[in-house]
């Protein structure tokens, strides 16, 4: 193999790439000012990118807290300590279940609808038209939609942490026969506000790395139908990649203080 | 109005313009025709600051488009409207919202005067009644109509029109020949009109630029390019398909390709 073109393609192609999501992000925070401005553009996209996931969000919190519910019992029993299954339960969902399945499913579910949306408009001569209407797509799409990405995700964290613990009460004291007060009571004094942070600020990482990656991979889709096509596989495959690094860096960083 | 000078253009290493001269004079309809492929559309990219060429000048309303900030630009365009080959309208928009769209972007005038204003430029172009119907809901030539009133809407002095007629029948190309004749004469708005269309265009342009290999081959006004001498000329106007501009695609020779002694 060429050795020059082994050096451009695995080390300074992804630099580049990298370089390019920088600027992207400068720009887009650049327009995020003027884009607050008019309130009304981002709460639609708040809408579109949270309330439209918020029943694929609710059932998957469900389903993942109800196995959190029975796997913590089945462990926490080897031991005789399956009271403390509160803690377990909500620990694991605050921490890290929680923000990091949000995450993903929202990367799945809203990530890839924002990159074809984009990318669509793209393709259609939209974007174009826009500029030519003199009115910065920047600050007219991308900068809502990131921003509305941006602040649903943390929502639907939240939403998905609740209804999560509702499924590991549901299984662990209604199906189990967990006491109801020990579950709870051992959650409320265990459960530290700095849990609860770290839940939040993953969130939030996470919920701008997502919405940078699928508003960045719209924009710049080829416009053509394979070009949004592999925008929108780009936009998942690389978001998922990106929240279980970003996930591990900042669980390593909490652990670490 | 646009003066572009000595304009040279590629991408890559692909030459599209190597010394490109046009002007295009106040009040006029400007035709830029030209085979498939010769950069009609991208020589519209850049009189509008889309791209940069990589030399000559270009001049829109007296001032350098080449160079200018993103600032300028915008400032510029704000004094002229395009019209894209599909319509481009915003798909999440009604066709009132996508006309209103540049009033509400740059102005702030009260809504019943919005609402006047697109109702009379809908009124124009016919479509007041599909005010409220969605970009999906209409024909291909009813959106070209729809993205004309929004063009209009600012009252731009340059109207510049990518390929308007193409994948119209005889009727919405016959409305929109007489929109675009229409706009240029009552309302005085210079145009530029992109397309190959030789008929369409002698009713309405004053002057045609004939662009083939990166130049400007024949200019003038359409009884002029009927009557001139070139070849190139004559088989684009005569729709001849072999001559100059040749039929097939650059290849290696027919038969040794299909005995197998040319590259596959």
Same mark, same amino acid.
């Given at each position: ?257 | ?133 969605? &970009? ?27 390929? &308007? ?75 001849? &398909? ?9 290849? &290696? ?12």
């Amino acid at each position: 193999m060429n050795p020059r073109g082994w050096v451009e393609g695995t080390l300074i192609a992804p630099l580049r790439r990298i370089g390019a999501v920088g600027i992207f992000l400068v720009q887009l925070l650049m327009q995020a000012g003027p884009a607050l401005a008019r309130p009304r553009l981002v709460v639609q996209q708040v809408y579109n990118a949270g309330a439209r996931s918020l029943i694929i969000i609710m059932l998957c919190g469900l389903f993942v807290g109800m196995v959190l519910g029975l796997q913590g019992f089945d462990l926490l029993q080897r031991f005789g300590s399956e009271d403390a299954l509160g803690v377990a339960a909500a620990l694991g969902l605050l921490k890290e279940l929680g923000p990091v399945v949000a995450a993903l499913l929202f990367a799945g579910r809203a990530g890839t609808s924002l990159t074809s949306e984009i990318g669509l408009m793209r393709a259609t001569d939209q974007l174009t038209a826009m500029a030519m209407m003199a009115v910065d797509p920047l600050r007219h799409v991308v900068a809502p939609r990131f921003l509305g990405g941006v602040i649903a995700l943390p929502l639907l964290v939240a939403v998905f942490n609740l209804i999560g613990l509702f499924g590991a009460q549901l299984v662990g004291v209604q199906l189990m026969g967990v006491d109801t007060g020990a579950f709870w009571s051992q959650m409320q004094a265990a459960v530290e506000l700095s849990d609860v942070m770290e839940g939040v600020i993953k969130s939030v990482v996470f919920g701008v790395a997502c919405s940078l990656v699928a508003v960045y991979e719209g924009y710049h889709a080829a416009p053509t139908a394979e070009g949004v096509g592999l925008a929108t596989t780009r936009t998942v495959v690389t978001s998922s990649v990106l929240i279980l690094l970003l996930d591990y860096i900042l669980t390593a960083a909490f652990l670490g203080n | 109005m646009v003066r572009v000078t000595d304009l040279h253009y590629g991408v890559g290493e692909r030459r599209i313009f190597s010394g490109l001269d046009i002007e295009v004079p106040k009040g006029s309809i400007t035709a830029f025709m030209g085979p498939s492929g010769t950069g009609k559309t991208t020589l519209l990219r850049l009189i509008t600051g889309q791209v940069e060429p990589v030399s000559g000048s270009i001049e829109v309303f007296g001032e350098a488009v080449v160079g200018m900030r993103k600032a300028g630009i915008f400032a510029l365009r704000r004094r002229m409207g395009m019209l894209f080959q599909n319509g481009a309208l915003l798909t999440d928009l009604s066709v009132f919202e996508n006309v209103a769209f540049p009033l509400r972007e740059h102005t702030d005038l009260p809504e019943p005067l919005v609402r006047q204003l697109v109702l009379t430029k809908l009124h124009a172009v016919g479509l007041r009644g599909a005010a409220s119907l969605m &970009p999906g809901e209409l024909s291909g030539g009813m959106a070209r109509r729809v993205a004309l009133a929004r063009a209009i809407v600012m009252d731009p002095e340059l109207l510049i029109y990518d390929e &308007p007629f193409v994948g119209l029948d005889p009727i919405s190309m016959g409305v929109i020949v007489r929109l675009i004749r229409q706009m240029n004469e009552a309302l005085g708005i210079t145009s530029i009109v992109v397309s190959h269309d030789v008929d369409e265009l002698s009713l309405i342009a004053h002057r045609s630029y004939l662009i083939s290999e990166g130049r400007v081959v024949a200019s003038g006004s359409p009884e002029e390019l009927r009557n001139s001498p070139e070849e190139v000329v004559r088989q684009f106007i005569g729709g001849h &398909p072999d001559g100059p501009v040749p039929f097939h695609y650059p290849a &290696p020779d027919y038969f040794d390709e299909l005995l197998g002694r040319g590259k596959p």
